[in-house]
């Protein structure tokens, strides 16, 4: 079973910045387009950033699309999420999760994950 351990959550104020990290324990895992979700309170999770590590193609949501970067680092078996120029908007758990050979369209990055195993999150709150 693929664990994953999401980290590097706070509290920061508006305009700040966070870098989240997400380690996979599987190392084969890593072949696989991985993505960044988040869950604010009352709503859906929903797709945030999505890494394509065959074509290096990386996508974004439009709410986030300038401020955030993923990216990845193949000797550390990591995921990260740099967020800067950060919104109240953001405020979420933020989580990590395989999605497939390629990344699937933003809006269709929940698909096929309703059974999925979710790490613990991290969380991130942003104060105007």
């Known amino acids: 079973q693929v664990q994953v351990e999401e980290s590097g959550g706070g509290v920061v104020q508006e305009g700040g910045s966070l870098r989240l990290s997400c380690t996979f324990s599987v190392v084969s895992m890593f072949d696989r387009a991985m993505g960044w979700f988040r869950q604010a309170p009352g709503k859906e999770r929903e797709g945030v950033s999505c890494?394509?590590?065959?074509?290096?193609?990386?996508y974004y949501a439009d709410s986030v699309k300038g401020r955030f970067t993923i990216s990845r680092d193949n000797d550390k078996n990591t995921l990260y999420l740099q967020m800067d120029n950060m919104k109240p908007e953001d405020t979420a758990m933020y989580y990590c999760a395989p999605v497939g050979v390629l990344c699937p369209r933003i809006s269709n990055m929940m698909r096929g994950l309703s059974g999925h195993n979710w790490g613990q999150g991290t969380q991130v709150t942003v104060s105007s």
């Open positions: 890494l394509t590590p065959s074509t290096g193609n990386t």
